[in-house]
Nanobody, 125 residues
Framework: QVQLVESGGGLVQAGGSLRLSCAAS????????MGWFRQAPGKEREFVAA????????YYADSVKDRFTISGDNAKNTVYLQMNSAKPEDTAVYYC??????????????????WGQGTQVTVSS
């Protein structure tokens, strides 16, 4: 089992920055891929970013590329999402996920086995 706990959400003004953290416990963290997804009210969950723990390859949704950065600290079993140049459309509940998606499935929520409880991010205009 893997337990995931997100933190760092909150209110930020448009153009501002926020850093989300996801602390993982349970099975060896390094064997998983970690991802961030988000869900806005009335919308479907969407992929934000993901990182392969082995090798560190990173993947981003086009909507956040060049603004968000995913990173990981294996020693702390923690993954981060640095959000810069935040936009009101980034407002959502952000979820951390862990699993073993295939190379071409990193953006598919169904490929992840474990999910955190979510943290709210609100970007004011």
């Amino acid at each position: 089992q893997v337990q995931l706990v997100e933190s760092g959400g909150g209110l930020v003004q448009a153009g501002g920055s926020l850093r989300l953290s996801c602390a993982a416990s349970g099975r060896p963290f390094s064997s998983y891929a970690m991802g961030w997804f988000r869900q806005a009210p009335g919308k479907e969950r969407e992929f934000v970013a993901a990182i392969r723990r082995s090798g560190g390859s990173k993947y981003y949704a086009d909507s956040v590329k060049d603004r968000f950065t995913i990173s990981g600290d294996n020693a702390k079993n923690t993954v981060y999402l640095q959000m810069n140049s935040a936009k009101p459309e980034d407002t959502a509940v952000y979820y951390c996920a862990a699993g073993s998606p295939g190379l071409f499935s990193m953006n598919r929520g169904g490929e992840y086995d474990y999910w955190g409880q979510g943290t709210q991010v609100t970007v004011s205009s």
